[in-house]
C-alpha cells in the first residue's frame, strides 16, 4: 500500500491589478485619431503622385504618436507594484522601491533612488480641485446650519441644497471627509497601498525601465520617411 505523497501548498492568490486611465485623453485620442485618418486616407486615394507617399509618411508619424499620448497612458497597481504605462516607456516600480507619491501641477512617483516618474494617465485638473474645494466648502457649511438633507431648503445663495448635492461626487461627503478631485482620490488611494505594502516581502525588487519600441519605431521610420521626401527635388 502506497501512502499519498504530501501535497506542496497552492502558491498565493496574485491580486489583480486596479487600472487607472484617463477618459477624456481616451475621447479626445480617439477624435483625433478619426480625423488624422480620415485626411490621410483621403490624400492617398485622391491624391496623385508624391502626395500619397507624403500622406502615407505622415500617417506613420502621427498615428503612433498620438495614439502613445492619448490612448496608451495607464497606471496599474496590485499588491507588489505599480506599473506605469506613459507614452514612450513602461516603468515597473516595486511598493518597496517607491519613496513618495507627489501631487502639484502633475502627479509624479519619486523612487528611492531619487528618480521621478511621471503619471500621464493621471492628469491633474486645477478646475476640478477648485470645484471640489467649493463642494467641501458647501458641505461644510450645512453640517454647521443643519441643513443638509432637508429637500427643498435654500441655500445662503438662493440655490436649493438638492441642486447643490444631487448627483454630485460629493453627496457623501459626511460619510468620508471632504470631497477630492478624481485624480488627487486615485493618488490618495495609491499611498495607503504605498503604506499598507512598502514593508511586503512580495512588494520588493528592482525598478525596471523599457522603452516603448512600438511606438518609437514607426515613429522614427515615418519621421525619416517624411523628411526625404520633403528633401527631394
Known amino acids: 500500500m502506497t501512502t499519498p505523497e504530501p501535497q506542496s501548498p497552492s502558491p498565493d492568490p496574485v491580486s489583480k491589478d486596479r487600472v487607472y486611465r484617463s477618459h477624456m485623453g481616451i475621447v479626445g485620442g480617439v477624435l483625433l485619431l478619426a480625423v488624422v485618418l480620415w485626411l490621410g486616407i483621403d490624400a ?4 496623385e503622385g508624391r502626395t500619397q507617399w507624403l ?22 497597481a496590485n499588491e507588489d507594484r505599480l506599473r506605469i504605462r506613459n507614452p514612450l516607456r513602461v516603468i515597473v516600480l516595486p511598493w518597496g522601491q517607491i519613496a513618495s507619491l507627489r ?26 480641485r477648485k470645484k471640489a474645494a467649493r463642494r467641501s466648502s458647501r458641505a461644510a457649511v450645512e453640517r ?22 444631487f448627483g454630485a461626487p460629493g453627496a457623501d461627503t459626511d460619510a468620508h471627509g471632504p470631497v477630492r478631485a478624481e485624480t488627487d482620490q486615485v493618488m490618495d488611494d495609491l499611498r495607503e497601498l504605498l503604506e499598507r505594502r512598502e514593508n ?8 525596471t525601465v523599457r522603452w516603448a519600441y512600438e511606438v518609437v519605431g514607426p515613429a522614427i521610420a515615418g519621421a525619416v520617411l517624411l523628411l526625404i521626401l520633403l528633401t527631394m527635388p
Open 44 to 47: 492617398l486615394v485622391r491624391g
Open 55 to 76: 500622406a502615407l509618411a505622415a500617417l506613420i508619424l502621427i498615428v503612433p504618436l498620438v495614439s502613445a499620448f492619448t490612448l496608451r497612458p495607464a497606471v496599474y
Open 103 to 128: 501631487s502639484g501641477y502633475s502627479n509624479e512617483v519619486v523612487a528611492k533612488s531619487g528618480t521621478k516618474f511621471q503619471l500621464w494617465a493621471l492628469p491633474v485638473s486645477l478646475r476640478a
Open 144 to 165: 454647521s446650519t443643519g441643513t443638509r438633507g432637508e429637500r427643498g431648503g435654500r441655500g445662503r445663495e438662493g440655490l436649493s441644497v438638492d441642486r447643490l448635492e
Open 200 to 207: 511586503a516581502e512580495s512588494a520588493q525588487g528592482e525598478v
